[in-house]
């Protein structure tokens, strides 16, 4: 069972970055992977993803410009650059993986391997 583990997340202040990185447990695989955040009282959203190749990316609108999804040197890890950051990024974040090279997916049910989550808190 392919195992996905985030780290990175914390506090940081209205306009600060942060980075958070995921690394899915069998490096023998080529992934694509995908952030999602959920909210306090809100459904889990998509906030950005890339295909295994590491030459497609998708966003949220609300992120554009902002956030900046790239591969980690491996095959098996992603990170998450959030730069401007504001209180409605506040979420909790989610890695999500699933094998594959070319496609990049913004829907959740594509994801058949997920992270426990890393906590984002952005304070004003």
Known sequence: QVQVAE???GLVQVGGSLRISCAASDRSITYSMAWFRQAPGKEREFVAAINGKGDSTYYTDSV???FTIFKENARN???LQMNSLQPEDTAVYYCAAQRGYFDAYTN?????YWGQGTQVTVSS
């Open 77 to 79: 890890t992603v990170a």
């Open 64 to 66: 554009k410009g902002r």
């Open 7 to 9: 780290s990175g997340g």
């Open 108 to 112: 959740q049910q594509e994801y058949r």
